[in-house]
């Protein structure tokens, strides 16, 4: 950390970047779409909370950049960052009343300035505006100074609010479905947001929950040690099996609606767990992995389409196949790739993925693969007399692929072949120089990797009876790898949480999808800079990575590019 | 001796042998009987190699940066394709403004030298902003993170110029002078495809000496040998790098606008596959080679350009060009596998990756 010739130096240079970051967002058009969405009814949008939440990440920043032992230095500098970064803003309000930069910034439009200064004008809006940042800065500031477990606190219970905010619709309709919670609906939820006397009962519920966790969590964590081993075995059985209970009845307790999210997340879990084997395991990185999911689904496509009329297999016919075809072109693309490592060996696969996506899309193959207008009319997979048609029928199908996968790719880990691909991933010389045979090791990577993928595609083609070469794009490849990625590489469970952050929220956030991408981008970056090993990092990596408790970096938002 | 070489050889080198043998034989198939049909006259085949020589050093241009970065780095600048499209995509708006203004029309050169300065100066900027936030802080990072940066920020340009400037294509207006063509004898070239060879021609030549003769070039060359000596002779590493940025950047700027001139429009994803064709040509010439790069560049565009009538057409392929694309990435594979120090590059690959 450098120290500026000026202890206020870090105020100000925080300050800027805050503000280039909020005028960013603002001319993105994020600000703007998020303003539709109210957190508390009438008081305050999403929007004001993403733009309020910069200015607070900034200002702690800049507290956290001054010595801890000059608290007058602490707040001033919180509040000079603040106050710039509300002075950017009103810069921004400013020059774009004077000159119509719409023509080349789209988003740049009245409404935008409307909601920077308040609805007040600009008149009233600009003081608004640098006193609301100073204001807020110098919060962050005393938040900074504050006591550890108070500031626990106020930031879980904080944002449990937001979160609460931001998942309304997610929670609302559930809580309806279920007669007796349908009274939280009517003391919490107005149509467009929290009303106030529940945001503020929540946040003092959350904030004494929190306290009590602070104050007995390590007590209650130190009791369960302390049990026999039978019953510590005991409770993890019955933790586990309702886990499983909890997931059978996941689609039951919500609607249809999310239950289709959580056959898109679960689809995208299929997906990650086997890039993980690929990239988290044996250090592999693929970008044509999409191409894998491709080949599983036209697969099924094929095989069962009457459409085409080769052939006229069941879901569970074709499905073999599927796999078959998966771990054979994981093969082939293993084969030439082999000798290539690093960023060499990403460009060959992005190469391969576009390539059978070219092929897939092009009138050369159209007789046999559909061409532009890709498969339709593929049967729906069936059990007996059950179909699984409904999102809720087709979770379930998800589900059971999903354990399989996890089942599978944990047994993998702990195996002596898990073990060869961490030894490969560490270091590929050193892992020959003991005796591991690299051609088949990686082989079984992509293999395995291919597999699971081409599984995931299988399903997604009788989930959507249809398949079209544009569903096969780089995106896709780029989406597993961040979410693996973000929740840790290599690790398990950190597949479930990345699927669940970077698929299934923004399922959930309509206004979201358009900035998807810029955000992942954000993420991809700033998790490279800030926390490499990951949300839920492996528990090697974690041990590794023990030594000191490194200096937590919360990013309320996720939205700063880098700093 | 045949035992020797038995001994070498393993499954995975026959396997490629075959491969290699196989695709050879098919380009040589299909341009055969593309040949003995004679479907296209000569006029079509001197189309075909201006349009894939305008390309190309398109192409030739955005892979100096790759080559350059990966040279210095060791490195791929995933990002360098929204280098290359934040500039023509910026200067469109000038570009427009000159040509609702009349300027364009009136003045056309110097119009054009500032739209070239403006597509120049963003791309420039792009590529500072990404060396000092995403890769500066990498640098001791293992191989796979900077890389992994680099894809995320190249997704997070790419929608934030998305955001910024909208999701439509936008139409480059159209320069006057660049419209028409000239006649050499029965052939003929279209004026616009000439600029962007000349023009294109002079930067690399310009480029080209820099590297080579003035002390900056000397340095960055030092440094991409060895840093670590460099740094004791006395050459600032870090400018270097950051010198790099910016000449990649600014022949990045400089590429965007030549596109725009030659297909006449932008939109916040065209960086993606030509940055992904560049990268190839990069390969192609050996990766951290700069004539490389240039070669490799122009070599690509021909090939695309050509290939498509001369072998697919002749395997009796429909619609060949729809698979022009699959052409250069099957190419990037096949150099990745074959020969992946390129046509005149160092073992790189071998030894330093």
């Known amino acids: 950390m450098t120290q500026g010739k000026f202890i206020w130096q870090q105020g100000i240079k925080i300050g800027l970047i805050g503000g280039i970051v909020e005028v960013l967002l603002a001319l993105v058009g994020m600000i703007e779409a998020f303003s539709q969405r109210d957190i508390v009814s009438h008081i305050i949008s999403m929007g004001h909370t993403l733009l309020l939440l910069v200015i607070l990440f900034m200002a702690y920043l800049a507290a956290k950049r001054t010595p801890r032992t000059e608290p007058l230095w602490v707040l001033i500098n919180s509040f000079i960052s603040g106050l710039i970064v509300g002075g ?44 609301g940042g100073g204001l807020s800065g110098l919060l962050a500031g005393l938040l900074y100074l504050a006591s550890k477990l108070l500031r626990r ?41 929290l009303t106030f006397h529940g945001t503020m009962g929540l946040f003092v519920l959350i904030a004494l929950l929190s306290y009590f966790w602070a104050q007995k969590g390590n ?38 609606f999310l239950s289709e999210v959580f056959t898109i997340v679960g689809l995208y879990v299929l997906l990650g767990l086997g890039l993980n084997i690929v990239v988290g395991f044996a250090g592999l990185l693929d970008l044509g992995y999409v191409a894998f999911f491709a080949i599983g689904a036209y697969t099924v496509a094929v095989l069962t389409s009457p459409e085409l009329g080769f052939f006229s297999l069941s879901f569970w016919g074709a499905l073999p196949f599927a796999i078959f075809m998966g771990v054979l072109s994981g093969v082939l693309l293993g084969i030439p790739v082999l000798k290539m490592r690093g960023d060499y060996l990403a460009i060959a696969t992005l190469g391969f993925g576009e390539i059978i996506r070219i092929l897939v899309l092009s009138d050369f193959l159209r007789p046999w693969l559909g061409g532009a207008q890709g498969i339709g009319k593929i049967p729906k997979a069936s059990l007996g007399s059950i179909e699984f048609a409904t999102p809720q029928q087709i979770y379930y199908l998800i589900l059971a692929g999903c354990l399989l996968v996890g089942f599978i790719s944990l047994r993998l880990r702990d195996s002596r072949l898990g073990r060869a ?47 079209y070469p544009h569903s096969f794009n780089v995106m896709i490849s780029i989406n597993i790898l961040c979410l693996i990625i973000v929740g840790g590489m290599g690790s398990i469970p950190g597949v479930l949480v990345g699927a669940i952050a970077l698929v299934g929220l923004p399922e959930l956030l309509r206004e979201f999808a358009e900035y998807r ?17 990951g949300l839920w990092p492996e528990a090697l990596r974690r041990r590794e990575l023990h030594g000191g408790e490194s200096a937590e970096t919360e990013s309320p938002s996720g939205f700063e590019p880098s700093k | 001796m045949l035992k020797r070489w038995r001994e070498r050889t393993t499954p995975t080198d026959i396997v490629m042998w075959f491969i290699g043998a196989g695709i050879l034989t098919l380009v040589i198939w299909g341009s055969a009987a593309t040949l003995t049909e004679g479907r296209y006259t000569s006029h079509h085949w001197f189309d075909f190699i201006i349009f894939g020589l305008a390309q190309g050093s398109i192409y030739a241009l955005i892979a100096m940066g790759y080559t350059m970065v990966y040279g210095i780095l060791r490195m791929i600048n995933f990002a360098h394709s929204e280098v290359f499209m934040s500039g023509p995509y910026t200067a469109y708006y000038v570009a427009a403004a000159f040509y609702s203004s009349g300027f364009l029309d009136s003045q056309p050169i110097i119009s054009l030298i500032i739209i070239f300065i403006v597509s120049m100066a963003t791309s420039t900027l792009i590529a500072l902003l990404l060396e000092r936030i995403a890769y500066r802080p990498l640098r001791t990072a293992p191989r796979l993170v900077p890389l992994i940066t680099a894809i995320g920020a190249s997704f997070f340009l790419q929608y934030t110029f998305r955001g910024l400037y909208g999701s439509g294509f936008q139409a480059y207006p159209v320069v006057k002078i660049l419209e028409g063509e000239w006649m050499f004898g029965e052939f ?24 080579q003769r003035s002390r900056i070039g000397k340095a960055i060359r030092a440094v991409s040998e060895d840093k670590e000596i460099s740094s004791l002779m006395g050459i600032n590493i870090d400018r270097m790098i950051v010198t790099t940025f910016v000449i ?7 590429a965007g606008v030549l596109y725009a001139v030659m297909f006449k429009q932008v939109h916040f994803f065209m960086g993606f596959i030509p940055g992904i064709k560049a990268f190839t040509a990069a390969v192609l ?8 790069a240039m070669l490799g560049g122009i070599f690509l565009g021909l090939v695309e350009s050509v290939g498509p009538s001369l072998f697919l057409d002749g395997l009796g392929i429909v619609a060949p060009y729809q698979l022009k694309d699959a052409i250069a990435f099957i190419m990037l594979v096949l150099i990745l596998i074959f020969r992946p120090s390129g046509i005149l590059g160092e073992r790189l690959a071998v030894k330093k990756a």
């Open chain 1, 517 to 533: 991408l810029l955000v992942y981008g954000a993420a991809l970056v700033a998790m490279m800079l800030l926390r490499p090993a």
């Open chain 1, 88 to 131: 950017v803003l009103a810069l921004l309000v400013i020059v774009g009343g004077l000159i119509n930069l719409r023509k080349v910034f789209i988003n740049a439009s009245p409404l935008l300035y409307q909601l920077l200064t308040f609805d007040q004008g600009v008149k009233a809006g600009i003081p608004l505006l640098l006193g």
């Open chain 2, 188 to 211: 003929r070239i279209l004026k616009f495809q000439a600029l962007v060879i000349v023009a294109a021609a002079l930067l690399m030549a310009a480029l080209y000496s820099f590297i």
């Open chain 2, 248 to 254: 990649g950047g600014m022949s990045a700027g400089a």
């Open chain 1, 219 to 256: 007590a209650i964590r130190a009791d369960l040690k302390r049990l026999s081993p039978t019953s510590q075995r005991a409770l993890r059985i019955t933790s586990f099996l309702l886990l499983i209970m909890i997931l059978l009845a996941l689609p039951q307790i919500f609607g249809l």
């Open chain 1, 153 to 193: 606190v106020l930031i879980i219970s904080l944002g449990s609010v937001v979160g609460v905010g931001v998942l309304q619709d997610l929670l609302r309709p559930t809580f309806a479905l279920w007669g007796p919670l349908a009274v939280i609906n009517e003391w919490l939820f107005t149509a467009n947001g």
């Open chain 1, 421 to 467: 691909w961490m030894a490969v991933r560490e270091d590929e010389d050193v892992a020959q120089a003991m005796g591991i045979n690299l051609v088949s090791t990686k082989l079984l990577a992509f293999a395995t990797g291919a597999a699971f993928s081409a599984l995931s595609g299988a399903i997604f083609a009788s989930k959507l009876g249809s398949v």
């Open chain 2, 285 to 292: 010439g050996g990766i951290g080679n700069i004539p490389g």
